[in-house]
């Protein structure tokens, strides 16, 4: 086992595209790690879904030996930190673990969003920043000047920020060298009792859960008994070991090193990231500070398509749970959709990579629900006060009841090409924005700074920014706190009946427009049926919008001889898969897009 | 009662109006094919005799009446020996206007056939230009003439619509030629070609929608789906002027397509819509037989071999001609009997299918017939009988599909 002073813990933060992963792969080369050849790209991503969307959604950590330019071995821990504003908490508990971090920012694209807010998370960790810029090799690099823009960020002087090709490895040694030369060793007291912060966690379906975790202060073996401490769970180190490309056993993690802990646990929920590991026996007094339950932030339903699959969805829910405790669960009925789940995510990108993974892990036809956020609702009924949470627009009490409506706000920092910033502000002002800040970090881009309600980031606002910006706008979030809106339930009926999931709660100044829109939406979406079908919008008793589907003029086969029904039978066996996306709301047929119509509708 | 259906697949050219299965070939193939036809009657569908008597006969195909009439007696006389020929109540053979000479048609009075089914399509030249039928409008209205010179009463005629460009005044005039002629029997037959390579001309009368091919190249799915409901307009609205016309003149729509002055319903044709067993003899030709129609006993449908030659050769080495045979299950059953019966004017005996099909449709989709009836598509008698009115007839598939899942 190395000593503290030759190991070197740390991390690359970097937006999304902007190279990470490549020069990880370049730093599993230059160390002997792995061979060119077994290169397959961009190692440490392994879900397929990672690599297909270019982003790390679950952090893992690779243990490198390096011989230095002063003639000394060093081990170096890589950990590996989700890229995505969702997963901040993640990533704030994975750079914990290190004493310092790589910001890395694309020379072309200069910094984003996310350069900044994984930023402000790594010096709140008190973490040695390097700041190195990539892809000089690009013609369209301009590294001069976003190295002033660094410097203005973060004090380094601009001349002094190392240049690097993650991609032809260009300046990748120096860099390293830099590393061991400014990132402090870990200085942990290897004598203390055990103190291991979980930084991630994977199940494995032979061995259970596989913590990862940084050593802190003392050591463990192999075969001792350790307790987490946030919930006292006790389980035994029955394999301990470092993580080079795969796992390698050892008999003792020591202070400052990172590696990995097997002990039979069945249940991911107990290894929570943030949580503290210390030993049964002359444990440490106090866990490593910091720890908190991660909640989710954004809601939807989840619905089978067909009501016989409930029991296949449960169990899709629970295996993806197995690997992401984040991911949040319970049964929920809806009259239109029958039985299902509502499932709570850290975000929208989380949203969408739980909802395309249980279509195509477990190839279950779904119907979600459009998402929204947790609201805090005083209601008084009968001259008794009381609070609830509704994180389902069902669950809005009677309109008649209802006191005060709160909901989460975030702060939200975009970072633009300074062409755009009119289009962003009309935006964030659109979706009830509160302006906070606006600063120029070169001559072309700029920072800007919003209060938002997290449920209008949710409905759409990230596509639409994307398209108001060309692209290039970038956005990040952090949740800040509950504020009283004026909020209403806009409740849809289809064919004269409420139809529960179609509901949505929105501001009151906008829910005469939204019910207008979804009206003619649901109109548009909803195919024609045997009779005429009204589409309404309500608030409270008001009728709002009014549209109606006209009927069917014809719809029968003319001819049908007996000897044709097998025919017959084979069109609707053909209809019937075609409706598998279809439920049934009464006596109407709606498919899934309508559920979602209100993240569909046109902004004219 | 059961039917007995024999396929003569036979014509002379190939026609854009229907689908069935046809074979364009010449007189020196009858001989053999009606030998063939001959054997399947006594090898296999001799076999179902003694279940149940034998009670319509329906000779159908391209055009039958190319057959020789030599063929023809020989066929039915093989019919008579296989099942107890005093039973069949009804004798029906598809006759094209061009064939309908007196001689073929005293010689199918004589070898026993009491009604006739003719492919009219329409009573205007330029309509039959059009569809490029092997018959002129001449010839049909001579046919009918004829027909009753031989001495049938039972006369029907087949009336196309739904073809792109038909002018609807000729269709409802085609309507009204149908009761001006005193016929009993009017068949609504839709035309199911491939509208790509449909290059019929737009008739005379200038108002109707232009043909959709004319404007086939340009394949952008929104012009589709434009063109796609302009023809469900037209097409309903033909339909709907052929029930005002012919209710309104005393016919009975027993089904959808099917109308008939009392007395003269094709029972063959009830039968297909009761759900009633069928015997189909002939190349490509379906069978349907439940016997007894209890649970326990398995429903069987099969359907025959479509080459000519190869039904031909099977029979000849005495294999059975089929190509697909199942068990259907009761469940299909019920579905079955609910897409046919909703097609007819007597309507879907809800008793009936909840004691022999186990479908219990008055409770498990009570508030659908509620909603049906309030809209005005069907009517029910204290809910023993779920029948379609006129409305409802004509969005029946949408209907059915929703009462059957």
């Not at chain 2, 003269?264 to 037989?289: I, M, P, T």
Request: hydrophobic share 35%; proline share 4%.
């Amino acid at each position: 086992m190395p000593d503290q002073s030759q190991i070197r813990n740390f991390c690359i933060i970097a937006h999304i595209d902007h190279g990470k992963s490549t020069l990880a792969d370049r730093l599993l080369e230059r160390t002997g790690t792995i061979s060119e050849r077994d290169m397959q790209e961009q190692t440490l991503d392994d879900m397929d879904l990672e690599r297909e969307r270019g982003i790390t959604i679950k952090s893992h950590a690779v243990r490198m030996t390096y011989e230095a330019g002063d003639g000394e071995a060093y081990t170096l821990n890589l950990i590996d930190t989700p890229g995505h504003v969702d997963f901040t908490y993640e990533v704030s508990r994975a750079l914990k673990a290190c004493e310092g971090a790589i910001l890395l920012v694309d020379a072309a694209q200069g910094i984003e969003a996310q350069t900044i807010s994984n930023l402000w998370l790594a010096l709140e960790q008190d973490l040695e920043i390097i700041p190195v810029l990539n892809k000089v090799d690009l013609p369209v690099a301009r590294p001069d000047e976003v190295a002033q823009s660094l410097e203005d960020l973060i004090g380094e002087p601009a001349e002094d920020i190392h240049r690097v090709s993650a991609k032809t490895g260009e300046g990748v040694d120096e860099m390293l060298e830099m590393m061991i030369d400014r990132v402090p060793p870990p200085q942990g007291d290897p004598d203390a009792p055990l103190r291991a912060l979980i930084f991630d966690s994977i199940y494995d379906s032979y061995r259970g859960s596989v913590v990862y975790a940084r050593v802190v202060d003392g050591s463990l073996e192999k075969g001792e008994s350790m307790e987490f401490m946030s919930n006292k769970k006790q389980y035994d180190a029955e394999e301990l070991g470092v993580l080079r490309l795969g796992r390698q056993k050892v008999d003792t993690l020591n202070a400052g090193d990172v590696g990995y802990v097997i002990g039979s646990i069945k249940d991911v929920q107990d290894t929570r990231v943030g949580d503290t590991i210390t030993t049964v026996n002359d444990g440490a007094a106090e866990p490593i500070p910091g720890f908190k339950e991660v909640k989710p932030m954004v809601f939807s339903g989840i619905y089978p398509t067909d009501n016989e699959n409930f029991e296949d969805l449960r169990s899709a829910l629970e295996k993806l749970q197995l690997n992401d405790a984040s991911l949040t669960y319970q049964p929920e009925t809806s009259a239109a959709l029958g039985f299902g789940f509502r499932v709570g995510f850290l975000g929208l990108l989380h949203m969408e990579i739980i909802q395309e993974r249980l279509d195509r892990e477990f190839d279950l036809d779904i119907i979600t629900t459009v998402p929204n956020v947790e609201y805090r609702v005083d209601v008084q009924k009968k001259g008794e006060e009381d609070t609830v949470i509704v994180d389902n627009p069902q669950d809005m009490p009677h309109y008649g009841d209802i006191e005060a409506v709160y909901e989460p706000f975030v702060e939200a920092d975009i970072i633009t090409p300074s062409d755009y910033i009119g289009n962003l502000i009309q935006l964030c002002e659109d979706r009830r924005g509160v302006y906070g800040k606006q600063r120029w970090l070169d001559t072309e881009r700029v920072q800007l700074t919003y209060e938002l309600p997290l449920a209008e980031i949710v409905f759409d606002f990230y596509d639409t920014l994307k398209s108001v910006s060309r692209g290039y706008a970038s956005f990040d979030y952090e949740f800040i706190e509950y504020r009283e809106s004026d909020l209403v339930k806009l409740t849809i009926l289809v064919n004269e009946e409420p139809v529960d999931a179609l509901s949505t709660i929105v501001h009151r100044d906008k829910a005469y427009n939204v019910g207008r829109k979804l009206a003619k939406k649901l109109k548009e979406l909803i195919p024609r049926q045997m009779f005429e079908v009204p589409i309404q919008a309500s608030i409270g008793r008001r009728i709002v919008a009014r549209e109606t589907i006209p009927a069917h003029k014809k719809n029968v086969t003319a001819k049908c001889y007996g000897g044709d029904i097998t025919r017959k039978r084979k069109l609707w066996e053909q209809q019937k898969e075609g409706k598998k996306r279809m439920k049934q709301v009464g006596t109407v047929d709606v498919p899934q897009e309508a559920f979602l119509a209100v993240l569909s509708m046109d902004d004219d | 009662m059961a039917g007995l259906y024999v396929h003569i697949p036979f014509r002379r050219a190939s026609r854009t109006y229907d689908d069935a299965f046809t074979t364009v070939s010449g007189a020196e193939a009858f001989p053999e094919y009606a030998a063939a036809l001959e054997r399947e009657l006594i090898y296999y569908a001799q076999q179902h005799a003694s279940d149940e008597p034998i009670e319509t006969v329906y000779a159908g195909g391209g055009r039958p009446s190319l057959f020789s009439l030599a063929n023809v007696r020989n066929v039915l006389q093989t019919v008579l020996n296989v099942f107890d020929g005093s039973t069949i109540r009804e004798a029906t053979a598809e006759v094209n206007p061009a064939d309908a000479t007196p001689s073929t048609l005293s010689a199918l009075r004589s070898v026993g056939f009491d009604r006739l089914q003719f492919d009219v399509l329409s009573f205007f030249p330029d309509d039959l230009d059009a569809i490029q039928t092997p018959h002129t409008a001449q010839e049909a209205v001579r046919a009918i003439r004829e027909a009753r010179q031989a001495g049938f009463e039972s006369l029907s005629v087949d009336l196309l619509f739904g073809w792109p460009g038909q002018p609807m005044k000729h269709w409802q005039a085609n309507l009204e030629q149908a009761v001006d002629m005193n016929l009993p029997h009017v068949t609504l037959v839709e035309w199911t070609g491939d509208r790509s390579d449909f290059s019929g001309t737009p008739g005379a009368d200038g108002t109707d929608a232009a043909a959709p091919a004319a404007g086939g190249e340009g394949g952008e799915t929104a012009a589709a789906a434009t063109t796609q409901r302009e023809a469900e307009v037209r097409t309903a609205k033909q339909l709907q002027t052929a029930m005002e016309i012919l209710t309104g003149e005393g016919y009975e729509q027993y089904e959808l397509t099917h109308f008939a002055q009392t007395g003269h319903a094709s029972e063959h044709q009830k039968n297909y819509y009761a759900h009633g067993n069928y015997l189909g003899v002939g190349a490509s030709a379906h069978s349907f037989w439940w016997r007894q129609r209890m649970q326990s006993i398995p429903a069987r449908r099969w359907a025959n071999v479509r080459d000519v030659p190869r039904y031909q050769q099977l029979l000849s080495q005495q294999y059975p001609p089929i190509s697909f045979r199942e068990t259907v299950d009761w469940a299909t059953l019920a579905d079955e009997y609910i897409t046919l019966r909703l097609r007819t004017r007597e309507g879907l005996d809800l008793r009936r299918l909840r004691a022999e099909y186990g479908r219990n449709l008055q409770d498990e989709k009570a508030s659908l017939l509620d909603t049906l009836v309030e809209n005005g598509l069907a009517e029910t008698d204290d809910r023993t009988y779920l029948r379609l009115t006129p409305r409802g007839l004509l969005v029946a598939d949408g209907i059915t599909e929703r009462l059957t899942r």
